[in-house]
T-cell receptor, first 114, second 115 residues
C-alpha cells in the first residue's frame, strides 16, 4: 500500500487554459474526496465520490470544474478556462469501506494560474 | 451549517515543553467526530487524533491528548514533550455522523518548536 498519490505535484498554467489533475486513492478505499486549500488556510471540501458515484458537490465547485471517478478507482478533477483565483493546492483524500472515518490525504497538486 | 474556528494563527513552544492549541466549533448536531490533523511543510496531511462526540473520555495518543468540552463546543490539543518534528500546521476538523463524511476544517495554527 503506497498511500494516496496525486499527479502532477505542481502545475503552472496561463489564465484561460484547461487543466486536469489525477488522484489514485488507496486501492481498497471506496470513498474519495477532493478539497481545495489556499495559502495559509484550511482545506475546503469540493466533492465526494462513493465508488463511481459523485454524491456531493460543494457550491465552491463552479460549472468550470468537473470531477469523475470512472470504475470507482482513480479520480480526475478538471478545471476549464482557469482563472487566477483558481490558484491553490488541490488535495485528494480517501477512506475505506469499513466505515472508518479516517481520511488519508495525498500530497496535493499545487496549481498556479498566471 | 457547521463551522470550525482556530483563533491562534501561530504558536511557539520550547522543545520538551507542553503546548495547547485551541479549537471551537459550532453545530446543532449531537453526534459527530472531531479531529486534529498535522500538515508538515511541503508534506501531506496526517491524522493526529480523533474524538467521538458521544465519548466523554478525552482521546489520547502518546504525547497528544485532547480536552473535549462538548457543552462549550471546545476541542483543544495538548502536545506534551514537544519535539522538533512536531513543527507543522495543525488543523482542527469536524465531521458529521450523518453526511458523506466530508471534513470541515478550521483555519489552522502554525506551531513552531524552538530547540
Amino acid at each position: 500500500d503506497t498511500g494516496v498519490s496525486q499527479d502532477p505535484r505542481h502545475k503552472i498554467t496561463k489564465r484561460g487554459q484547461n487543466v486536469t489533475f489525477r488522484c489514485d486513492p488507496i486501492s481498497e478505499h471506496n470513498r474519495l474526496y477532493w478539497y481545495r486549500q489556499t495559502l495559509g488556510q484550511g482545506p475546503e471540501f469540493l466533492t465526494y465520490f462513493q465508488n463511481e458515484a459523485q454524491l456531493e458537490k460543494s457550491r465552491l465547485l463552479s460549472d468550470r470544474f468537473s470531477a469523475e471517478r470512472p470504475k470507482g478507482s482513480f479520480s480526475t478533477l478538471e478545471i476549464q478556462r482557469t482563472e487566477q483565483g483558481d490558484s491553490a493546492m488541490y488535495l485528494c483524500a480517501s477512506s475505506g469501506r469499513d466505515g472508518s472515518y479516517e481520511q488519508y490525504f495525498g500530497p496535493g497538486t499545487r496549481l498556479t494560474v498566471t | 451549517a457547521q463551522t470550525v474556528t482556530q483563533s491562534q494563527p501561530e504558536m511557539s513552544v520550547q522543545e520538551a515543553e507542553t503546548v495547547t492549541l485551541s479549537c471551537t466549533y459550532d453545530t446543532s448536531e449531537s453526534d459527530y467526530y472531531l479531529f486534529w490533523y498535522k500538515q508538515p511543510p511541503s508534506r501531506q496531511m496526517i491524522l493526529v487524533i480523533r474524538q467521538e462526540a458521544y465519548k466523554q473520555q478525552n482521546a489520547t495518543e502518546n504525547r497528544f491528548s485532547v480536552n473535549f468540552q462538548k457543552a462549550a463546543k471546545s476541542f483543544s490539543l495538548k502536545i506534551s514533550d514537544s519535539q522538533l518534528g512536531d513543527a507543522a500546521m495543525y488543523f482542527c476538523a469536524y465531521r458529521s455522523v450523518w453526511n458523506t463524511g466530508k471534513l470541515i476544517f478550521g483555519q489552522g495554527t502554525t506551531l513552531q518548536v524552538k530547540p
